[in-house]
């Protein structure tokens, strides 16, 4: 099982690499984790968008501006439309999000031309390594799912399970979180968390374990759950953080990652392909891991 960002990078580095369309690729940050990647043998990369703007920040990263495909498209939806379009034919396997509103590109996703759609939810989830975590945790959804009704999160945790075994954690822990570990009618999210975790047991959720309601503390803290009295197979050890709504998800990893300084890695789940995703803001070092999980990803759904 893969428990570090390094070990990820080595893994997702096996094999051929992964070809990767990224859409309006136009960003230093996005061109120094492409440009990384490709160098570590992660991804062969196809970059659309402005392509003088492309050549003249791959020649600032002292890369020649010549080294990779470049398909010019200066209009970022049309960029978008036309890297979704390189999965439909088959030219790359996967996708990659540049300097481009998610909504645009996740347009291009769902565009019925692409042909980039399934039956599953469309779904984020995000990898993280926190100082003094000893493993590498999964935050959903914290990204497209505003707020998740009992079906919605059933998916959102079955798109997080496919990329914990990509990962090489074949039966992962889903701890189900809300503000409490124990179930309250006034609380709905502790009525699905148990709901939940009876689906799992009657095997309509499977390849994982899923457990909860719990609280943030006693889903990853073995201290935490024994204080409290918080017993189960996932109890104090989480692989899958289960948050309630996005409003939760999204303050839980930006706390992780500027008080925290966790590295993470997020990508989109529920297409034919995945996607890799992160903030427009993040840095190279988190969009190379982001490559990394989506190449494992689209290695196993291949």
């Known amino acids: 099982m893969i ?9 997702a580095a096996k094999g051929t690499p992964g070809r990767l369309a990224v859409a309006c690729a136009q960003d ?38 010549n080294a990779f495909e470049i398909v010019d498209v200066e209009d970022k939806t049309e960029a978008c439309m036309k890297a979704a ?24 996703v769902l565009n019925r031309e692409n042909g980039l759609r399934t039956g599953r939810r469309i779904t984020h989830d995000l ?4 100082p003094g975590y000893d493993k590498l945790f999964h935050v959903t959804d914290s990204a ?20 914990a075994h990509a990962l090489g954690n074949e039966n992962p822990k889903v701890a189900v979180c809300c503000a409490v570990e124990k179930v309250n009618p006034k609380m709905q999210c502790t009525v699905d968390a148990a709901e939940l975790a009876e689906m799992n ?12 309601p719990f609280a943030l503390d006693n889903a990853i803290s073995p201290e935490a759950a024994a204080h409290k009295g918080v017993k189960g197979e996932v109890a104090g050890k989480a692989d899958i953080i289960m948050v309630p709504d996005i409003e939760a998800g999204n303050l839980l990893i930006k706390s992780m990652e500027y008080f925290a300084h966790a590295k993470k890695a997020g990508v989109i789940l529920g297409a034919k392909t995945p996607i890799a995703l992160t903030s427009r803001a993040s840095t190279a070092e988190s969009k190379l891991y982001t490559i990394a999980v989506a190449r494992l990803a689209a290695r196993m759904q291949q």
């Open 28 to 65: 230093e940050y996005v061109l120094g984790a492409v440009v990384k990647a490709s160098e570590l043998g992660i991804i062969t990369p196809i970059l659309v968008g402005n392509k003088t703007e492309i050549v003249k920040i791959l020649e600032d990263l002292h890369c020649d501006g």
């Open 201 to 212: 047991k009657r095997g309509e959720i499977t390849g994982c374990i899923v457990e909860g």
């Open 144 to 163: 497209m799912s505003v707020a998740p009704t009992l079906e919605e999160k059933a998916d959102i945790i079955r798109n997080a399970v496919t990329v």
């Open 127 to 130: 990898v993280l390594e926190v």
């Open 85 to 108: 379009a390189l999965v439909r034919d088959g030219k790359a396997d996967f996708l990659m999000k540049g300097f481009v509103d998610t909504a645009v590109i996740m347009r291009a």
């Open 3 to 11: 428990n570090s960002m390094q070990d990820l990078l080595k893994e």
